[in-house]
């Protein structure tokens, strides 16, 4: 014997009792058998009553679409229940990839010309969620009538889907452009919020509407002051506010522009802090004079809102105030600064989102006023800032300092503090640069010296550090001995302690092999600064002959073949790194690098031609000491070129010439560009910085980008510099992308990008196949 057919609820009860996934599916496919078998039957009387449960199954996730047609009969039938039913079902089971949306146009034209204010409000609901560019093109005049209902009810639901349909056919702002204006003397809030949001979308796509609409703003910042100062609508007042939704909407709405300082003062001064309603609208006034580009004082009162917010107990207050104080504080720098003490006090922020915003600001807030004071707090912050935290930490307070260094000296000492707190997490080019500070500064060579070699005589373990203070004491370690700093204390140190410390880091397993290459180095350079005997030292470049790293060898065996073949050289091939001038911005520095290499070319005597000639030599040294072989063509014939490669000493050589940048992307104002760089010192490895910018009028929101290579290539992205592109020119986004070519193969790539722009959500998948050659040849 069949079973019945369940009634909903008691269908709803026996899904929520089944014990198992599998009763649960039988129950739902006996079920589904009685409504398939009931709309055969066409049964008009319990049809309503049978699709209502087969949407309940279709929102458990189980397929429902054999109901798409009884929708179309129910939406037609004269009786409610079943209208009701029924427009719900086709705002469910229908949409713009099924054709048969199509076939309900007539039967909504019908409703909404009925007079029947229930029904119209279905079918209202329904083209606003369903409906399709042909739908919103056919029904465009039903629904302009219905704005001016006398019924607020239809008009609220008309000005909703007028909404729907401009952001589907944006043609038709034409349509709905002249009723906006009686809509804004409506005294009811429901309509008057519709019509704000429904001016605003009529503004972001049309200039014309907004040109037009622009005369309407007098209007609007009355309507807003009498929000404010009356609250003329007690009914709708949440926590002691008026109305935050439409307040909140009137800011939004981007028609506002510098007629309204009067408003956003009073908004600012009149809304109560307490209550999380009232900070929405603070927030809203905030964005408002940001995005208008307001007066001065006007931004000043948005950052003292911002302020305010900082000290709230509210962790997401907190975070939308740094968040936008993020923002502001390129074009309003001195307001901001006035918050600075808070937003240190952030720093301490358990909440990782919070200490991170708080770092960003922290780091933007510096100038040369206030670096040391900022750097004393970032530094605190650096010992106790989580791990994912300390690389951004230390890569910013090396960058301010490099920025905005009162002294050369204190420029060392925040560098090597930075060292030896978070060496490991420092960026690659950290050495590079401290080596090229110290060796600049000669009057501070023997105070750099000594701290260093306290620094290492401590810790081992920071791979930077240790690189540094090597490169260090192997070129003063005289002045190490000497003893004769007056800038600290007096530290005692002779040359046997010396050699164990750099023949510990050479021992050492956390050692990496640049960083033995560094003290094995430093080893060979103290044989002419120490006056001992160099037999100890001679003793660890020969063991290090037979090491397993190539590079560690090949340099023990031309160090050991310069001790016994060209001994009387030595002296003159170790002598100390030239001075190197490292001033000015960092966008002169390779610049300015390479003219003082040039210089220092020229500096160096000439040497006579036998001596030259055993130079060059040294670059052939397993090839035999037969007179009669065979030596290639050298690539640089001076005396310079060779003891470069010889050491393998950080003095850079002239950079490349750059590599143009590509624009790889544009639309609606969004453009993405590529600029590249091709470290010299590793030429199989790509750097390519994305740069997002946005000169539209709509901010990018949730902007991702994604790439992909070649399985030839290894690639490695890096995290983005944020997520939302500004406005008009505002804040870009950056991001790195690492490249590693050995086979300098050409390179291509596959990018996707996602984000949000002017309400609408934008994924663009392209190839870039037209990298410049000089990206990877």
């Keep these: 014997m069949v079973a019945p057919s369940l009634k909903l609820q008691d269908l709803i009860e026996e899904i929520r009792g089944a014990k198992t996934q599998a009763q649960e599916r039988e129950v739902i496919q006996k079920e589904c058998a009685h409504i398939r078998a009931s709309f055969r039957d066409g049964d008009p009387v319990h049809r309503h009553r049978q699709l209502a449960k087969l949407l309940y199954v279709h929102m458990l996730g189980y397929p429902a679409h054999f109901g798409q047609m009884e929708c179309l ?24 990839r099924h054709d048969a949306h199509l076939l309900i146009t007539n039967s909504i034209k019908n409703d909404l010309s009925q007079g029947i204010q229930p029904v119209q409000g279905l079918a ?3 083209l606003s969620t369903m409906g399709s560019a042909e739908m919103c093109r056919d029904l465009a005049p039903e629904v302009e009538k219905l704005l001016l209902q006398p019924s607020p009810y239809v008009r609220k639901k008309a000005i909703l889907t007028a909404v729907h349909m401009i952001r589907k056919v944006p043609e038709l702002s034409s349509v709905f452009l002249p009723p906006c204006v009686h809509l804004l003397h409506e005294r009811h809030h429901g309509i008057l919020l519709g019509t704000i949001t429904l001016i605003t979308e009529l503004c972001e796509r049309s200039p014309a509407a907004l040109r037009h609409f622009r005369k309407v703003v007098p209007q609007l910042v009355q309507i807003l002051r009498t929000l404010v100062t009356t609250g003329y609508s007690t009914e709708h007042s949440i926590s002691g506010v008026s109305d935050p939704f439409l307040q909140v909407g009137g800011h939004s709405s981007k028609t506002m522009t510098n007629t309204s300082p009067l408003s956003s003062t009073q908004v600012a001064t009149n809304t109560d802090t307490s209550r999380n309603a009232g900070n929405a609208v603070l927030f809203e006034t905030v964005l408002t004079i940001m995005d208008i580009r307001s007066a001065a004082g006007l931004r000043v009162l948005a950052v003292n809102i911002l302020g305010r917010f900082l000290l709230n107990s509210d962790r997401n207050i907190r975070y939308v105030a740094l ?5 502001l504080v390129q074009s309003d720098h001195s307001a901001v600064q006035r918050h600075r003490p808070t937003v240190v006090d952030c720093l301490q922020e358990t909440d990782a989102s919070l200490s991170r915003r708080a770092l960003e600001l922290s780091l933007a807030l510096v100038n040369s006023s206030n670096v040391r004071a900022m750097m004393q707090e970032l530094q605190a912050f650096l010992e106790s800032c989580p791990p994912d935290l300390r690389a951004d930490c230390a890569s910013g307070i090396l960058l301010a300092a490099e920025r905005f260094a009162p002294t050369k000296r204190w420029h060392i000492d925040t560098i090597l503090h930075v060292l030896t707190t978070a060496g490991t997490h420092v960026r690659d080019d950290a050495v590079a640069n401290l080596t090229q500070l110290i060796g600049g500064a000669q009057e501070l060579h023997a105070y750099s010296v000594r ?3 306290n620094a290492l005589a401590e810790d081992i373990s920071q791979q930077p550090l240790v690189q540094v203070a090597a ?24 040359e046997e302690e010396v050699l164990a410390l750099l023949e510990k880091v050479l021992q050492s397993h956390m050692s990496l092999p640049a960083t033995r290459g560094y ?17 100890r030292i001679r003793q660890v470049v020969s063991i290090y002959k037979s090491c397993l790293d190539v590079e560690l060898q090949q340099r023990a065996v031309e160090y050991d073949t310069l001790f016994r073949k060209y001994d009387h050289m030595r002296a003159a091939i170790l002598e100390k790194m030239p001075l190197v001038e490292r001033d000015g911005p960092q966008a002169d520095e390779e610049a300015k690098e390479s003219k003082a290499a040039a210089q220092l070319s020229e500096a160096v005597p000439t040497p006579t031609e036998p001596q030259a000639s055993q130079l060059l030599d040294l670059l052939d040294l397993l090839d035999g000491a037969s007179g009669d072989a065979q030596h290639p063509p050298p690539l640089d014939p001076s005396p310079g070129g060779a003891l470069v490669y010889l050491l393998d000493l950080p003095c850079a050589p002239p950079p490349p010439a750059p590599i143009p940048d590509l624009k790889v992307f544009e639309r609606e104002g969004v453009q993405l560009n590529l600029s590249f760089i091709r470290p010299p010192e590793n030429p199989a490895l790509l750097l390519i910085t994305a740069t997002a910018t946005n000169s539209s009028e709509g901010d990018v929101t949730d902007f991702i980008c994604q790439a992909a290579v070649p399985k030839s290539l290894q690639l490695q992205m890096q995290a983005p510099s944020g997520n939302t592109v500004p406005a008009r020119g505002g804040l870009p986004i950056t991001q790195l992308f690492r490249i590693l070519n050995p086979n300098k193969a050409p390179v291509r790539l596959k990018l996707r990008l996602t984000y949000n722009h002017f309400h609408q959500s934008v994924q663009e998948i392209f190839e870039v196949n037209n990298l410049p050659v000089e990206s990877w040849q």
């Design 471 to 494: 490169w260090c004491i192997g070129e003063y370690g005289d002045l190490l001995l000497e003893g004769n700093c007056e800038e600290i204390e007096p530290l005692q140190v002779d």
């Design 519 to 535: 003290a094995l180095t430093a080893l060979m350079k103290l044989s002419t600064r120490l006056q001992g005997d160099n037999n």
């Design 124 to 126: 209202l609901c329904t």
């Design 73 to 96: 009969k129910l939406i037609a039938s004269s009786r409610f229940t079943d209208k009701r039913v029924g427009y719900l079902g086709a705002m469910l089971l229908l949409d713009e």
């Design 323 to 327: 968040t936008s104080l993020l923002r």
């Design 451 to 453: 701290r260093l070699y």
